[in-house]
């Protein structure tokens, strides 16, 4: 792994200069953007209830599941493994699963149809792997695949924005009750299906490793201590079954970082008198030490984990940030239109990289299986699913103006992300299948 890194070589061939001026970019744009993507609302005064702080989950009878039979399962493609990472999007009438009244747990700017985004062409289209069929998102086979299992989503909005799109699908099929809720925004929630006694939870931590960060009241730029994990999800790794991890973009944030008790350096600190390091050195860190303490914590009480690593999201901003036509696109790029590259490439290839080092760390605990959720590339070719000017209700409604924000980073529920939780369920499927014949 590795061998074919866009990374590599890239250090060495370029000046640090050239090496270190995309940054400096990346923390311009990040700056201005900051607040708006990760606080776009005024934060609410704490007036939704909060659930007891308690992990425990009191279930009430479980209404037996109704068995499910895999004869029609085998009649599809049987390999235990298939390449998502190349295809194409087709057309595909179906559309969505859910829409965004039928589900209650869409963050608002991420709400398009709701909010009134006109055209709806986005809706219908399906990812198509070049290897192999990938199956319309069935709810009951994620029921019985998972039943007395915990699912936690841990990261950043990214992270939660996914989870919504999984919650959204399976609530057609049955209702999932909240019964844990904590942190402004949403930031930490958890979901019990009783039908199945499956819960669901999602973390924030935008950083995976313990970090703090930017505040009114706290420092003016992040800070991260790339060797040990958050605990707030850490803590409770004894109680979950399947992680899925999403950072990325709170990486490009001006940041200062840490490891063993000392400064390592920094990410655009002018005034600071750290040394810029850039921040692919940290994000693979922080997924290292992420990757490598769930992996051995696990392993050291000989107990099994799943574990993927979804990759970076590209954003898609074709002209200003606070244009109309920011990501104006209503259909997705043709094969060959547009191509990974730069810090898209780069994020995501960490990402490969730290997974298959990983894989090889698991090696030595029996049942640990991980998989990298690569959406990059098929996300890329979807310029046409953020919410754009969207984020907020009817943001034309009083006429076109001349300035307006647009989400271009985050993807509308329903729309593209589905397909990432398409895949994630085809990947545990098919491991189901495997361990199935190799019983
Ligand atoms: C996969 O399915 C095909 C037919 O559906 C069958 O012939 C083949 O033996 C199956 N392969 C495995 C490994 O089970
Ligand atoms: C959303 O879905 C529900 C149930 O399928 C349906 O009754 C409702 O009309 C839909 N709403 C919109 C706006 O499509
Ligand atoms: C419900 O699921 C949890 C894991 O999330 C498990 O610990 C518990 O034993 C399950 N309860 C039953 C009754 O199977
Ligand atoms: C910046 O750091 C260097 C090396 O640690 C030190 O020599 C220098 O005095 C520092 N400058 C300021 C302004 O603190």
């Known amino acids: 792994m590795g061998a074919t890194s866009p990374l590599k070589g890239q250090s060495q061939s370029h000046s640090l200069t050239k090496k270190f001026l995309p940054y400096a970019l990346y923390a311009l744009l990040s700056i201005a953007l900051f607040r708006l993507y990760f606080h776009p609302f005024p934060l609410p005064q704490s007036t939704t209830e ?31 493994t298939c390449d998502y990472t190349n295809g194409r999007w087709v057309h595909d009438k179906m559309g969505p699963l859910y829409n965004g009244t039928t589900c209650g747990t869409i963050k608002d700017g991420q709400n398009c ?26 709810p009951n086979t994620f029921f019985h695949l998972l039943s007395n299992k915990h699912l936690a989503f841990v990261g950043d909005s990214m992270a939660r924005n996914q989870l919504e799109s999984l919650l959204c699908m ?107 390091i850039g921040f692919y050195d940290v994000m693979r860190k922080a997924i290292k030490t992420a990757l490598k303490t769930i992996i051995e914590k696990k392993g050291a009480n000989g107990n099994r984990i799943d574990v993927f690593l979804t990759t970076f999201s590209p954003s898609h901003f074709d002209g200003e940030w ?23 490439a780069d994020m995501r290839a960490i990402e490969v990289e730290e997974m298959g080092a990983a894989k090889a760390n698991a090696k030595q605990f029996e049942g640990m299986r991980l998989e990298i959720l690569d959406v990059t590339k098929l996300s890329l070719m979807r310029p046409d699913g953020h919410p754009g000017p969207y984020m907020y209700p009817f943001p034309f409604a009083n006429g076109v103006r001349e300035r307006v924000q647009n989400d271009c980073v985050h993807w509308c529920l329903p729309g593209t992300i589905d397909t990432w939780n398409q895949i994630l369920l085809e990947v545990i499927r098919r491991w189901s299948f495997q361990s199935r014949r190799e019983e």
């Open 50 to 80: 909060q659930l007891p702080h308690n992990n425990r989950i009191i279930l009430t009878t479980s209404s037996s599941s109704p068995p499910i039979s895999f004869s029609e399962e085998e009649e599809v493609d049987n390999e235990t």
């Open 322 to 344: 606070d244009k109309a036509g920011a990501c104006p696109k209503t259909k997705p790029y043709k094969e060959g239109e547009k191509m990974l590259e730069g810090m898209d």
């Open 170 to 276: 399976l609530a057609t099929a049955s209702n999932p009750n909240l019964v844990y809720r904590d942190g402004e925004d949403n930031k930490f929630r958890r979901w019990h299906f009783a039908s199945h006694n499956i819960t669901i939870s999602v973390y924030w931590s935008p950083f995976l490793v313990r970090g703090v960060e930017k505040s009114k009241t706290g420092p003016d730029h992040n800070e991260l201590f790339a060797d040990s994990v958050d605990e707030r999800w850490g803590a409770d790794l004894d109680h979950i079954d399947l992680i899925v991890l999403s950072i990325g973009h709170w990486f490009l944030h001006p940041a200062v970082y840490y490891e063993g008790g000392s400064v390592l350096g920094c990410h655009y600190c002018p005034g600071l008198n750290y040394t810029e």
């Open 113 to 138: 149809i709701l909010h009134g985004r006109p055209d709806l062409g986005y809706l219908y289209w399906k990812w198509q792997p070049s290897q192999c069929k990938l199956p319309r998102f069935d």
